[in-house]
């Protein structure tokens, strides 16, 4: 007798979440002599990888009491996890205000207005600085939650007044900043806090880990990714190596970062730092999501045993490698995960099964990784016919 059908679908878009295949990237694998395999995160319903932790921070802050229905979500996010906090909210209830440095590829921005969140853009800083995106998000949950204490105790009446308040494609000006998104039944602020919040990690040590062991039969030897929050190759390399010690672990970095120094040095600093040539902040990189130059307390958590470095360049021919070869439209941070899993098969030799995560698709790297123009200011047109950009020849494909 088959089950009731409430029993055989899913509660709603939160259900969707996880579970991604794994696909064999057989452009690489052939090229490689080893089994190359990605997890397509970019099927989750809000386009990512960060739907995992989206759901994941957000139950657990229900658990804990600091969010509750009416409440409001605030991240500063370069994108993704900004998506998957807008995509998953509602779910629960809640809002979601977030700021995003005014550098990162402008659909991701519109993506976030048109599933109704409120976008703050704020100009790239150090993160020592108040007025980095991380911080201004910080704020803006403690400002909720004062307002929505004060209208609790009736201290406050709602400010409802429009006169001063301003809003053009997302951008908030003036004094429309503190408490635009602050409505009369707003029950207060919560800061999802993706770098430092172990939430992060769990979801992947308790997802996609997991799903990875299984899906591979626990026959890999290999696990690659980049880090910028440091949550998924965290969880994924802990649990993997808590399985199996012999499972290689590798950090792919893009330029800039300080995080291959770290794991190969032990040291947190790049060579433009060292020499003063720092153009950008956070570094100088093409690829958005991924790269550091600090510690947080998820990356911390990853089980290491090596690191690669990759370039712009690497991870724009990637792209269009696996978009001729595969079908893949992968966006830069999948790119260099893949330029990742190359040089692990190159290191390993022939024979070898090597997991990485595709994380989101190209879709939201229109107007940057994928546009023409803006590639050939920065010197990044792709023009390899193959993968000799990674030193291997057209024949041994």
């Known amino acids: 007798m088959e089950p009731p059908l409430r029993q055989r679908h899913g509660n ?18 052939e090229a490689t002599g080893c089994e190359i395999l990605g997890k397509a995160e970019f099927l989750n319903p809000g386009g990512s990888v960060k739907d995992r932790i989206a759901v994941k921070i957000i139950q657990e802050a229900f658990s804990s009491g600091q969010l509750a229905p009416g409440g409001v979500v605030t991240e500063g996010s370069a994108g993704s996890t900004a998506i998957s906090l807008a995509t998953v909210a509602p779910a629960y209830g809640c809002k979601c205000h977030v700021v995003i440095p005014d550098d990162v590829a402008i659909e991701k921005s519109q993506i976030l207005e048109a599933l109704g969140a409120t976008v703050e853009r704020v100009r790239p800083v150090s993160i020592t600085h108040r007025d980095h995106f ?7 949950a403690s400002e909720a939650n004062e307002r929505a204490a004060k209208l609790k105790t009736n201290i406050q009446t709602c400010e409802t007044s429009t006169i001063h308040q301003q809003q053009c494609n997302g951008e908030i000006f003036g004094d429309q900043k ?10 207060g602020g919560f800061f999802a806090d993706q770098f430092e919040n172990l939430a992060n990690f769990r979801a992947h040590y308790e997802g996609t880990g997991p799903e990875i062991w299984e899906q591979a039969e626990g026959k890999l030897h290999a696990f690659v990714a980049a880090a910028g929050t ?17 499972i290689k672990c590798f950090l792919i970095d893009p330029p800039g970062s300080g995080l291959f120094n770290r794991v190969t040095r032990g040291v947190m600093y790049t060579k433009e730092e060292a020499e003063g040539k720092r153009l950008r902040n956070p570094f100088d990189t093409i690829t958005e999501g991924i790269g550091i130059n600090r510690l947080t307390q998820n990356f911390m958590m990853a089980k290491l045993d090596g690191a690669f470095r990759g370039t712009d360049k690497e991870a724009v021919e990637m792209s269009r490698y696996l978009l001729k070869n595969d079908g893949l439209f992968l966006g830069s941070s999948s790119a260099m995960n893949c330029v990742g899993a190359v040089k692990a098969a190159q290191a390993l030799g022939p024979g070898h099964t090597i997991v990485t995560i595709l994380c989101d698709s190209g879709m939201r790297h229109l107007s940057r990784f994928y546009k023409t123009e803006y590639l050939s200011e920065l010197g990044l047109t792709p023009s390899a016919t193959g993968l000799e950009f990674l030193g291997l020849p057209l024949e041994e494909r």
């Not at 991380?134 to 803006?140: E, G, L, M, P, S």
């Not at 503190?178 to 029950?187: E, L, P, Q, R, Y």
């Open 178 to 187: 503190k408490n635009h998104i602050f409505s009369s039944d707003c029950t």
């Open 134 to 140: 991380v911080n201004v998000a910080r704020r803006r």
């Open 12 to 29: 709603g878009v939160v259900a969707a979440i996880g579970n991604t295949p794994l696909i064999r990237i057989n452009s690489l694998s």
């Open 230 to 246: 440091g949550g998924t190759i965290a969880g994924v390399t802990q649990f993997l190596k808590e399985k199996n010690s012999d």
